[in-house]
């Protein structure tokens, strides 16, 4: 199975989340994963894989040698030997009399979905840092209680962003994810969507109420923004995030309570950015786009 352990996160380079990532792919472990839904009861806390997930995969100055980014099969290991005992205690509780390895296949699917939703914040994250200049934190304990990244506007003045999938599935939801209370701050809901932009189109023309024709429509201006590599990621474009960034410029004071995703859409994607991107990132000072070029 690929891996995305080869992935080059750090600061101004991610190379698992761009053209050249075809090492990253996730088809493979979907092909495997898919049918296995053993394990769909809410993980204890105990079992919580999160911290794990952010040691491994959160790595804000860069992987090295001595601190490489792990495939997933690498940290699925360690959070089975670290959990060993409140995984027999979990067994008892739901699934007395299945055989261990029955489990264990159930759990590692379970922790791969989990692993999937937390990779797209975390390029998110990443991506901030490159193409943003507001400063950009994040760590197990935030997203815990419903953070994923926290833009710092000022030193005064910070702000929560949330992916918000088009999912239905449990997994996608914070409660969950081992939610325990919301942040005392704004929170920006992040729309994401893994369908493409000509499918949500034809979703709204099949569509017949119009609540759900504005509801693809608007998720179709999502798509806009995001892109779907060769190797199975949908990755979220710099002028997505520098829409939001523009957006926190102007209204950042101004802000309470949640922004939904539907505001996100309408208002903050729909304002026109110039100037040369990349969907990496901002190109480096003095680099013009091709079609700039004269």
Known sequence: ITR???ASWGPGDITCWSEGGAECGLREYERKYRSIKT?????PKALNPLPLLYQNYWKPNGADEEHPFASFEEFFNKWWEKHLKEVSEFIKKYFWGCSLEFV????????YRTAVSIWTQFHLAYLWKKASHLK?????????????????????????L???KESY??????????SQKKEPMPIIEVPYTLLPVEELQDKAKRARKEENVQKYLLWAKVAKELKHLPNGFVVFQA??????EAFLLEKGSSLSGTIPWEMVAKEI????????????GPLPPGEVDAEDKP
């Open 136 to 160: 950009v934190e994040a760590s197990w304990e935030l997203d815990a209680k419903g953070v994923d990244a926290l833009v710092h506007i000022d030193n005064n003045l910070k702000v929560a």
């Open 104 to 111: 264990k296949l159930g759990l590692e699917a379970r922790l």
């Open 239 to 244: 002028s997505y995030v520098r829409k939001i």
């Open 162 to 164: 949330q992916v918000k």
């Open 269 to 280: 994607l729909s304002n026109d950015l110039h100037g040369p991107e990349t969907a990496q």
């Open 4 to 6: 995305p352990r080869r």
């Open 169 to 178: 599935r449990t997994e996608a939801g914070k409660s969950n994810r081992f």
């Open 39 to 43: 394990v769909e009861q809410d993980l």
